[in-house]
């Protein structure tokens, strides 16, 4: 029982790492193309097209997609989660150590003495998310991700970081938001790519794979997407602000009637930190509560079924720019030994944030998700398993 806490707490807590709102101010008088103005770049033309870069990646304790990224020169190899809910790459600094703090011990640390290409970002970063702080130098070296290596990128070393990190994370995070939510507001690893034209198209797109025996692994695609990976069209919805990930939902509804949710519409973030889906804690509980959930003590916000249950438990429905996007019980249930956990969990928010749900990992288990930064949209379809 105490594991199972240990890695309930772990797959809820931890995971969600959308970084904590910043008041970046609401933009309500300009249309779409207004609003993202100066955010697209045109490509440099290169002799030789690019072509899209794979990554496999990993599942980090069931709930952290992540893979290898390098650093410096000779390389130094970390391993990250990719994070589309915050903007910030670090990985812990070798001078961690001093802080007496756990994180670098188990990890990979960066030592900037052994890299001949690397450079003082001169400031500092300080980045909140949901599960504590991070903060460090800002430096610039070269970084490489799934074979493209990028000149002069900046990169947090961080010196502290929140305990928790020291257990529920790899090495560090590499932030696939837009940079306006970064700390140090330099371009993200992807935005960098998509500038010095290294990508045949800025987007990147994400496989999720199911279970560790699943035939095909998660991947991350880098410049496009892999049809074989899908099937059917992609449903796009538009970006609604740059900053995170975030599109307009237009409801969540339990099959048959049984209720509507984000009524009216709301805003979600596409969060590949975040493994679950997130909702307003009124909301979300008042859905577990339909679909029969106990509620799990001490964890507010949680709730889990009898395994026995779930094949009868109806089908709940995303609907984004018109379209019905199901999960199944099976797809919005987390089995942890022998408790089933519902993949629905409600968060309190401050401020604007209140009516905000986070499609996490599970949900883009089930729909192929691709980011596209050219027309600020997400596309989802449904993922081949
Ligand atoms: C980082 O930000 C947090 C929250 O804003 C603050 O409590 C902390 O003191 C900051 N740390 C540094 C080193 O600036
Ligand atoms: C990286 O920065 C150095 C100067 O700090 C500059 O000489 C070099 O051209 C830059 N490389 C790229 C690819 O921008
Ligand atoms: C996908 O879109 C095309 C063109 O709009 C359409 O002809 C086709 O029927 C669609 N396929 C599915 C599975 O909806
Ligand atoms: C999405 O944005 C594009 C412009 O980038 C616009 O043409 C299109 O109508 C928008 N779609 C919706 C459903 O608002």
Not at 335 to 354: K, N, P, T, V
Request: charged residues 20%; proline residues 4%.
């Amino acid at each position: 029982m105490n594991l199972l806490r240990g890695v309930i707490f772990t797959v809820i807590l931890v995971s969600t790492l959308a970084a904590e709102i910043v008041n970046i101010p609401l933009s309500t008088t300009s249309g779409h193309e207004e609003r993202f103005k100066g955010l697209v770049r045109h490509r440099r033309s290169s002799k030789s097209e690019p072509v899209p870069a794979l990554l496999k990646l990993g599942i980090f304790k069931d709930a952290q997609v992540y893979g290898p990224i390098t650093i410096g020169t000779p390389g130094q190899v970390f391993n990250v989660v990719f994070d589309t809910g915050s903007s910030d790459l670090w990985v812990p600094s070798v001078r961690c150590r001093h802080w007496r703090n756990g994180a670098s011990q188990n990890h990979n640390t960066y030592d900037r003495k052994s890299s001949r290409t690397y450079k003082s970002g001169g400031e500092y970063f300080n980045v909140t998310y949901q599960a504590g702080d991070v903060f460090g130098y800002l430096g610039k070296d070269i970084v490489t991700v799934a074979g493209i290596r990028i000149e002069n990128q900046t990169f947090g070393e961080a010196i502290y970081e929140a305990d928790i990190f020291a257990t529920t994370l790899p090495d560090g995070i590499l932030g696939m938001g837009v940079s306006t939510l970064a700390s140090s507001r330099q371009p993200t690893v992807f935005e960098n790519m998509v500038n010095k034209g290294m990508l045949p198209a800025p987007v990147f797109s994400f496989y999720l794979s199911r279970g560790e025996s699943a035939a095909v692994g998660s991947v991350l695609t880098l410049g496009g997407t892999i049809p074989e990976l899908y099937t059917g069209n992609f449903t796009f919805v538009n970006m609604t602000l740059p900053r995170y990930w975030e599109i307009r939902m237009d409801g969540v509804e339990l099959a048959g009637g049984r209720g509507t949710f984000c009524k009216g519409g709301c805003d979600a973030i596409v969060d590949s930190g975040t493994a679950l889906i997130v909702g307003p804690m009124r909301e979300t509980n008042k859905l577990n509560k339909e679909l029969g959930g106990s509620r799990v003590l001490d964890i507010p916000g949680l709730y889990i079924f009898s395994c026995f249950r779930v094949p009868s438990l109806p089908d709940v429905d995303f609907i984004l720019n018109g379209n019905r996007l199901t999960l199944t019980s099976a797809e919005y249930t987390i089995q942890i030994e022998d408790i089933c956990m519902s993949a629905f969990r409600g968060m309190l928010y401050r401020g604007e944030m209140y009516s905000t749900w986070i499609l996490g990992s599970t949900f883009m288990k089930t729909y192929y998700t691709v980011f596209d930064r050219k027309n600020f949209r997400v596309g989802f379809a449904k993922a081949r398993h």
